[in-house]
């Protein structure tokens, strides 16, 4: 199963962070399968596994749950000729108005197929919908059950439920392929036992103590009255004061991922697809909108639309470098209205502090805009010294209301609520042939103690984006965890 849930956490299918559930509870994962959808072999895959591990029931159709469960269900059914019925989740106003689609005969048996199971609450309610057209329902099967009692309370009601996959195993395999920290595992472990009386009585019976006073090393420390991750972007993102600081850490977190994508590309169809199809596995792309040779309005109000559906960060590559006056009107006017469509942009802070209140004047004292000075950079023999390095970060800390952060090669400040974003980033170091010189995930991230790893050329150049952003998405992130870990 290792494959499997590699797979499940490569496409953005398993999220760590604080997340909502629908029975209410915040939960420090969230595993979100509707992007399997667009997976159709994975698909596939895990409609093979559910069915297999529904060989003990007796069944003679499927039923998926509404919605996720659906395709898995009709995948079940097409493959080895299973009958398939559809329960609506609201009758139709006209017609026969029925809620369960589908040939059935009373008193024969059907299969419910579920994505995840916590409290078991919508298996249930297939159940008894089912129940009450005369359809027996005494078996259903789920790709992943959180063990937050689900399986318990579907057994009282004469429902056996049976899973490929369980939530501990899950983050048990993930640490050990070094995808997530330790810490991750013990505070999913603690929040599945204290919504999990048989688990927390297996875990007691195993340690030889109660499982709930184990203390994990994420819940032992915290940082404004929340339990964080030690020395992470979690624990960060709770220190920012700064709204897209504070937001830039949380997606990181949740989404595992500290790439950044630097999409250098000239076609607006281009730009868009690349943001689209590797938006579930960047943190933030940043574009330089004036290299476009179509750029219209509409392309940043897409690519507003692409960020929110795969929640990450614009970064507009500016890189500001007049005074006050000049670049207020560059950053909100003009053709491009940068303020309008960028949760970040750049600047140079040679000019000096009056830069920054340009910018922050352009931005109308909006919160969810920010800047990035420029405080080192990765070409061959730039004029960046120490002195221009320091200055830049004091500059930084006295406007800390729109400044969050460096574009640097190393960590150049010890304010945890200062972001570094590093460029020039390759999986192998070397140099081009203009003096970029490039640095690889680990050396950024573990050794130079950035955050974020900027990748352009490595990618966009590559035959095969998506698998190459995968490789530097997953580089990137091994590289944080061990940072974290040691």
């Known amino acids: 199963m290792k494959e499997l849930i590699l797979k499940l956490f490569e496409i953005g299918a398993l999220k760590f962070g604080q997340f909502k559930l629908k029975s209410g509870m915040i939960s420090p994962v969230y595993v979100d399968l509707r992007v399997i959808i667009s997976y159709p072999k994975l698909l596939a895959e895990v409609s093979e596994l559910l069915w297999a591990a529904s060989s003990k029931a007796e069944y003679s159709t499927v039923c998926g749950v509404p919605y996720t469960a659906l395709p898995m269900a009709t ?8 009958p398939m019925l559809i329960r609506r989740k609201e009758a139709k106003d006209y017609g026969t108005k029925k809620m369960v689609e589908g040939y059935y005969e009373e008193n ?33 099967v789920v790709l992943l059950d959180r063990q937050q009692g689900g399986k318990e ?30 810490t991750v595992v013990d505070e999913v472990k603690q929040f599945v036992a204290s919504n999990n009386k048989s688990l927390e009585k297996n875990e007691s019976e195993k340690s030889g103590f109660p499982f709930k006073q184990k203390e994990t090393a994420a819940s032992s420390r915290i940082y404004g009255g929340v339990r964080c991750d030690r020395g992470g972007y979690r624990k960060r993102a709770v220190l920012s004061k700064h709204l897209v600081t504070r937001k830039l850490f949380e ?39 004036d290299i476009l040779d179509d750029f219209s309005p509409k392309v940043v109000d897409q690519l507003v639309e692409i960020a929110n559906k795969h929640n990450f960060l614009i970064f507009e590559d500016r890189k500001f470098a007049d ?34 209140e340009g910018l922050k004047a352009a931005s109308g004292g909006r919160k969810d805009r920010a800047c990035l000075l420029i405080a080192e ?6 004029l960046a010294n120490d002195v221009y390095k320091e200055a830049t970060v004091k500059m930084a800390e006295e406007h800390g209301d729109f400044v969050i952060g460096f574009i640097c090669t190393s960590k150049v400040s010890k304010n945890p609520q200062h972001v570094h974003f590093t460029p020039g980033v390759k999986l192998k170091p070397g140099k081009d042939a203009m003096g970029q010189q490039y640095l690889t995930p680990d050396e950024v991230i573990k050794n130079r103690g950035c955050d974020v790893i900027i990748v352009g050329r490595g990618i966009t150049d590559s035959a095969n984006r998506l698998q190459e952003a995968t490789a530097f998405r997953n580089a990137g992130w091994a590289a944080y965890v061990q940072r974290v870990s040691s």
């Open 75 to 82: 995948c079940i059914s097409v493959s080895h000729s299973i």
């Open 108 to 140: 024969s048996k059907c299969l419910i197929v579920e994505d995840v199971v916590t409290t078991g609450s919508s298996v249930l309610e297939t159940a008894e919908l089912l129940r009450k057209h005369k359809i027996v329902t005494s078996d259903a």
């Open 153 to 182: 309370k579907l057994a009282e009601k004469g429902i056996s439920l049976r899973s490929v996959l369980t939530l501990v195993e899950v983050v048990e395999n993930l640490c050990e392929m070094n995808k997530i920290e330790k």
């Open 251 to 289: 997606i990181m977190e949740s989404k595992q991922t500290n790439l950044c994508l630097s999409a250098d590309v000239v076609s607006s169809a281009d730009l868009l697809d690349l943001a689209d199809t590797l938006g579930p596995l960047v943190c933030a792309v940043k574009t330089h909108i």
């Open 323 to 356: 005074i006050g006056n000049t670049v207020k009107s560059q950053y909100a006017g003009g053709a491009y209205k940068i303020s309008d469509w960028s949760d970040i942009t750049n600047a140079h802070s040679l000019p000096g502090s009056g830069i920054i």
């Open 377 to 382: 950079m990765s070409t061959k023999n730039n």
